[in-house]
């Protein structure tokens, strides 16, 4: 039998498909994280019991990696240690970082050997939700099960009766549970949508709950750490607001039932728990399917007691972080970034070293995807800005398929027409959508600017800017 992650909500009960839900309760104390963080080989239970542990790559010896929680303002220091069989590197995504620290190999430094060492020590401008992952071979070390939360707090948090973290991902696992290796690199899935799995974990669990009580409220915590799916999410038995995305607080909680998670986006949700004693909240993916739409549920919260009487008030908003507020826009420099290549593209060839290759030539070398013409990183910046200065860059996604951009170092706004969105650092850019963001270039350094679904990266979707200091 095929290994399957589903679990489908009928009649609005779950029907496992395999036998009750682990006990995947949020991260404990028993988990803070050390001054030492080990990559290195081992097992993890992502499958039920009556599956083999998964052979896998992890920080600490535990998928996801420990919880590092820092006060914001504060310094973070870790000693990387790499016991991996590949070179390694850390990024700590979102993080407006100093450039040195930010985990690029041949930009920042140079990837950390096998059994070698790095020191990362930088400190958090910004409270809320990040995470750390390799940013070499990410397409194969991510996939492994490399990737942990990083949780700046505020120094005034919101009033909750709990604080949990879900990292969400999606593995392609063989019928004994163990990671499709053979299936590395294959040039369907980096011309296609990306790597996308056959089982979903959430908290390195393939089943996942946490009890509740009625009128309970939680911050939960929504990280996407899948190298190419998008989770499409709604909320059942629960009253939710969203508080943040990708770290960053909102104006103003927006309600929310459903809501997109691309690859690398954070969502923190503010839940109130309505389902009454005995039911079960869940929080629920949705896929299209020839059939229609599938629900299953991702992790369930089955409810014993009563937290209080009602719920509490609507939340407010989180504090506002130090990010810069955009210059004047009118007359801020405007970039354009153009998406091209992939199945079903309209691609014919593009720039690789020092001339051009047609698309064949281009596959044959990995690459098959490409930004304003070129499919290789660039040995110049594609754009050089001033520090302080306000841009403003228009994308165009020419392909058949979604992109996540994301941005290294600063945190950027999308705009459409005069509105003014939120801060975010990751965007979802639908097939034959153009979109633009507007941010300040105020940390000095060369950035990179890439898609998130990661085969899309190191299949040429990547290129660099740099911000003088």
């Known amino acids: 039998m095929a290994f399957t992650r589903r679990r489908v909500l009928q009649g609005g009960a779950a029907i496992a498909l395999a036998a009750g839900f682990g006990n995947a309760a949020g991260f404990s104390a028993a988990q803070a994280a050390s001054p030492i963080l080990r990559a290195g080989e081992g097992l993890a239970r992502l499958a039920p019991g009556d599956y083999p542990e998964t052979r896998v790559w992890s920080y600490g010896d535990r998928v996801p990696g420990p919880v590092i929680r820092v006060g914001q303002g504060e310094r973070l220091t870790r000693r990387f240690v790499n016991d991996l069989p590949q070179p390694s590197t850390v990024h700590w995504h979102g993080v407006r970082i100093d450039n040195a620290m930010d985990g690029v190999p041949g930009v920042t430094q140079e990837a950390v050997p096998v059994g070698g060492t790095f020191d990362y020590d930088f400190t958090l401008p910004d409270a809320g939700t990040y995470w ?14 490399l990737y942990g939360p990083l949780i700046v707090e505020e120094a005034d948090p919101p009033d909750v009766d709990r ?53 309970e409220r939680f911050r939960l915590r929504l990280i996407n750490a899948a190298n190419a799916r998008i989770f499409y999410l709604s ?38 728990i309505t389902a009454g004693e ?3 909240a869940f929080l629920t993916s949705h896929e299209q399917t020839r059939d229609g739409e599938e629900r299953f549920a991702i992790t369930g919260f089955p409810v014993t007691g009563v937290a ?26 405007r970039e354009g970034l153009q998406m091209e290549g992939g199945a079903m593209g309209r691609m014919q060839g593009a720039m690789m070293g020092g001339g051009f290759m047609a698309m ?32 403003r860059i228009a ?41 633009e963001i507007a941010f300040v270039a105020d940390n000095p350094g060369d ?23």
């Open 308 to 333: 209080r009487d009602q719920s509490l008030a609507d939340p407010q908003p989180l504090p506002a972080n130090p990010v810069p507020a955009l210059g004047d826009l009118s007359s801020a420099r």
């Open 235 to 272: 909320l059942e038995g629960m009253k939710a607001w969203t508080v943040a995305l990708d770290g960053q607080p909102l104006d103003a909680p927006q309600p929310v039932e459903r809501l997109s998670l691309g690859p690398a986006q954070r969502a923190d949700l503010i839940v109130d």
């Open 360 to 391: 064949r030539d281009l596959a044959g070398a990995g690459k098959v995807w490409a930004l304003n013409g070129r499919a290789d990183m660039p040995d110049t910046p594609w754009i050089t800005l001033t520090r302080g200065e306000t841009v």
């Open 163 to 215: 604080d949990e973290v879900l990292i969400l991902d999606d593995w392609r696992l063989t019928e004994d549970a163990q990671i499709h290796e053979d299936s590395f690199g294959a040039m369907h899935d980096w011309s296609h949508a990306g790597r996308i799995g056959n089982w979903i974990t959430v908290n390195g669990k393939g089943e996942s709950r946490l009890p509740a009580k009625r009128f």
């Open 447 to 469: 950035w990179l600017f890439h898609c998130h679904m990661v085969e899309h990266s190191a299949g040429g979707m990547m290129t660099w800017l740099r911000v003088d200091a």
């Open 132 to 145: 750390y992952h390799p940013h070499n071979r990410t397409w194969e070390q991510l996939a492994r099960g």
């Open 395 to 435: 994308m165009k996604n020419d392909t058949a398929w979604p992109h996540a951009m994301h941005l290294h170092g600063h945190h950027f706004r999308q705009m459409v027409g005069a509105d003014i969105g939120p801060l975010r650092d990751t965007l979802l850019v639908g097939q034959g959508e153009s979109a």
């Open 278 to 280: 005995g039911e079960e």
